[in-house]
């Protein structure tokens, strides 16, 4: 295993672990209140397994968190190590987990999305200003 292999299971559990502790919330709350046994979350939390992705999205849900930060929050990624990267075999060398790639493409992806999200709501914003604008001038025409 290279550096930039991710231990998804570690990480989730960790992760999984942090937020119902941070949140003082038991087991056994969290695990009926997302429809699982206490036992398999118990097995979530100390990395023996990984839940289905419908668990895994009550649990983003339940804990009003991204997959992304569910799963990857925390996972150490050395940019210093993407910055040295020269060439196409560089790449092939130093990143052969598909995932890490797969991860990259998707933040990149959700970035743009954001981004355009963004930029709908200030336009909506600047409308909303305009029209109060209008009305609060033609008021003071009166």
């Not at 937020?19 to 206490?38: C, F, Q, T, V």
């Not at 970035?111 to 930029?119: A, G, K, M, P, V």
Request: hydrophobic content about 35%.
């Amino acid at each position: 295993m290279n550096e930039f292999n991710l231990n998804f299971r570690d990480n989730f559990a960790n992760n999984l672990k942090y937020l119902r502790k941070n949140r003082n919330i038991s087991k056994k709350k969290l695990a009926d209140d997302i429809g699982l046994s206490r036992a398999t979350l118990t097995h979530y939390e100390n990395g023996n397994r990984l839940p289905e992705f419908e668990s895994i999205v009550k649990l983003a849900l339940y804990f009003e968190c991204s997959i992304d930060e569910l799963i990857f929050h925390g996972t150490p990624i050395d940019i210093g190590k993407l910055k040295e990267i020269d060439t196409i075999s560089d790449i092939d060398n130093l990143i052969s987990d598909k995932e890490l790639l797969k991860y990259l493409f998707d933040k990149k992806s959700l970035l743009e999305q954001y981004s355009e999200e963004i930029n709908d709501k200030l336009s909506q914003i600047n409308i909303i200003v305009n029209i109060i604008n209008s009305k609060t001038k033609n008021k003071n025409d009166k």
